[in-house]
């Protein structure tokens, strides 16, 4: 099966706990990407990677960070910084850049306790 | 700002008949125009993409139109069925900074009832 993978697909943060989200794909793109996404609200981008070893902040990046060690896999880290970390996360990716079509995961949604 | 506006926000209808959902953009320069569909829960899907020279495009029962001059675009969802019911993600591209950058719309939430 091709695809773009998320896990877990619920995940419970305590106060000044830093969780981890995952995001694989088998698509062989190069670019990968995490947005966030609130109730009323448009996806909001908050990290992206054209290719391994290298990403950039989005629009939303404070109190989260990204690697990028390996082609398949873009990993989220929600660190105790962000405040307000109760949201769906959606992983993409793309052949290219941000012109290409995105293929979505199917989302982790992140709540605290 | 770079801004896409869709409209309605929400929309019920019933199974079988035809609906449209409209997109407003103010995003320059202007790279391309996506619909996308998200089911509930789940990651979207790409439904359609036009670039500027394009009018119409269809997929399936989906036909997506734009308007570059009016910065308006349009998704009709013709003999809607139960599984159509969605959001439906209106996505403006554009070039700038070196780089391209994707602006979301809010979504039409769409129930189609029987």
């Known amino acids: 099966d091709g695809g773009i993978t998320q896990s877990p697909k619920y995940l419970f943060r305590k106060e000044g706990q830093n969780v981890t989200l995952s995001c694989e794909q088998n698509l062989n793109h190069d670019a990968m990407y995490w947005y966030r996404q609130d109730p009323g609200q448009g996806l909001r981008l908050i990290y992206y990677s054209q290719i391994v070893n290298d990403f950039q902040k989005g629009d939303i990046a404070e109190g989260y960070s990204v690697s990028r060690e390996k082609k398949e896999s873009f990993p989220l880290t929600v660190t105790s910084a962000q405040k307000n970390p109760t949201a769906f996360y959606l992983c993409?990716?793309?052949?290219?850049?941000?012109?290409?079509?995105?293929?979505f995961g199917p989302g982790t949604r992140l709540l605290v306790l | 700002k770079n801004q896409v506006e869709q409209s309605p926000q929400s929309l019920i209808i019933l199974e079988g008949k035809n609906c449209t959902l409209q997109?407003?953009?103010?995003?320059?320069?202007?790279?391309?125009l996506r619909w996308y569909k998200q089911d509930t829960g789940r990651g979207p899907v790409s439904l359609t993409i036009m670039t500027f020279s394009e009018n119409t495009k269809s997929n399936g029962r989906y036909t997506a139109t734009l308007d570059a001059d009016t910065k308006q675009s349009s998704l009709h969802i013709t003999a809607s069925q139960l599984s159509d019911s969605a959001s439906y993600i209106c996505?403006?591209?554009?070039w700038g900074g070196g780089g391209n950058k994707l602006t979301f719309g809010t979504g039409t939430q769409l129930k189609v009832e029987l």
């Open positions: 996505v403006v591209s554009s």
């Open positions: 997109c407003n953009y103010t995003v320059s320069p202007f790279s391309n």
């Open positions: 993409a990716s793309s052949i290219g850049t941000a012109s290409e079509t995105q293929y």
